[in-house]
């Protein structure tokens, strides 16, 4: 059975930092493409960052471009989201996923297989 388990969310100033985290089991993590996206109340779920296999090529949602960092680390199974300059805007639960097999681009949501159940971050102005 496929889990990915979000953490590291939590309330922080405007400005601050955040680094999450999303631990991937029951599958090869180490031939899996990864995905973030974020929903906040009353909005539709949003493209995050993504990550190829080897962790080689990265792309952004433009909201977040040049402050957010995803990685990952194949040894450990885990993916990572490092959130910097955060904004008031970037409230909402923030979800990892997995790259499916669908032909789907990898910013919509039917490009992804398996789902975590969240983690909320909550930027304070």
């Known amino acids: 059975q496929v889990q990915l388990v979000e953490s590291g969310g939590g309330l922080v100033q405007a400005g601050g930092s955040l680094r999450l985290s999303c631990v991937v089991e029951?599958?090869?993590?180490?031939?899996?493409?990864m995905g973030w996206f974020r929903q906040a109340p009353g909005q539709e779920r949003e493209f995050v960052a993504a990550?190829?296999?080897?962790?080689?090529?990265?792309y952004y949602g433009d909201s977040v471009k040049g402050r957010f960092t995803i990685s990952r680390d194949n040894a450990k199974n885990t993916v990572y989201l490092q959130m910097n300059s955060l904004k008031p805007e970037d409230t909402a639960l923030y979800y990892c996923?997995?790259?499916?097999?669908?032909?789907?681009?990898?910013?919509?949501?039917?490009?992804?297989?398996?789902w975590g159940q969240g983690t909320q971050v909550t930027v304070s102005s």
């Open positions: 029951g599958r090869t993590f180490s031939t899996a493409a």
């Open positions: 996923a997995i790259r499916g097999n669908t032909g789907d681009p990898y910013y919509t949501q039917g490009g992804y297989d398996y």
């Open positions: 990550i190829s296999i080897t962790g080689g090529i990265t």
